[in-house]
Antibody, heavy 123, light 113 residues
Framework: EVHLVESGGGLVKPGGSLRLSCAAS????????MNWVRQAPGKGLEWVAC????????DYADSVKGRFTISRDNAKNSLYLQLNSLRAEDTGVYYC????????????????WGQGTSVIVSS | DNVMTQSPDSLAVSLGERATINCKSS????????????LAWYQQKPGQPPKLLIY???TRESGVPDRFSASGSETDFTLTISSLQAEDVAVYYC?????????FGGGTKVEIK
């Protein structure tokens, strides 16, 4: 069974930093494109970033470009998101999400989501 | 960016009745080389992550009840719940995966009348 478990969220002041982690199990992590998707309180879903299986393709939403960094460690079956220069509007639940396709050739619908980790940016 | 617009924002339907949700994309999500629409539907219940219901615009994910169906092509799509059950109360999102950035509709909240 596919499991994605996020961690690393918390309360941080504007301008601060956090590092989110996602531990994957139950599938061959190194073969999959992975995404971060966030959801502000009471709002809809917003894609944040993606990274392909061998990390040679990465992309970000304009709203986080230059402040967030996605990375992965296939040996540890882990996905990461470094959040810098945090703003109040970055507050929300951050989900780790699996794309079973090939983002460069034939992307697919996100077919697995973690339970999410909460980030609160407030003074 | 491909903007996804859902309607209505919310709807209340009696148990056993039909619920219909619409989704319109600002750009076509049809990939001509394989004739597939890169459009998915997700269900999100309170306090839970989204769950994939439909991909390629009309293919049900394994385990999804057949009362859920979807159709559409290029820019106009529909999700139908043929006979609403109590466990279907949720917010439903459409999403395009044809191009980056991935984009989601604003969501449609389905409640029991």
């Amino acid at each position: 069974e596919v499991h994605l478990v996020e961690s690393g969220g918390g309360l941080v002041k504007p301008g601060g930093s956090l590092r989110l982690s996602c531990a994957a199990s139950g599938f061959s992590f190194s073969y999959y494109t992975m995404n971060w998707v966030r959801q502000a309180p009471g709002k809809g879903l917003e894609w944040v970033a993606c990274i392909n299986s061998n990390a040679n393709f990465i992309d970000y939403a304009d709203s986080v470009k230059g402040r967030f960094t996605i990375s992965r460690d296939n040996a540890k079956n882990s996905l990461y998101l470094q959040l810098n220069s945090l703003r109040a509007e970055d507050t929300g639940v951050y989900y780790c999400a699996r794309d079973p396709g090939n983002i460069l050739v034939l992307p697919a619908a996100i077919d697995a989501w973690g339970q999410g980790t909460s980030v609160i940016v407030s003074s | 960016d491909n903007v996804m617009t859902q309607s209505p924002d919310s709807l209340a339907v009696s148990l056993g009745e039909r619920a219909t949700i619409n989704c319109k994309s600002s750009q076509s999500v049809l990939y001509s080389s394989n004739n597939k629409n890169f459009l998915a539907w997700y269900q999100q219940k309170p306090g839970q992550p989204p769950k994939l219901l439909i991909y390629w615009a009309s293919t049900r994910e394994s385990g999804v009840p057949d009362r859920f169906s979807a159709s559409g092509s290029e820019t106009d799509f529909t999700l139908t719940i043929s006979s609403l059950q109590a466990e279907d109360v949720a917010v439903y999102y459409c999403q395009q995966y044809h191009s980056l950035p991935l984009t989601f509709g604003g969501g449609t909240k389905v409640e029991i009348k």
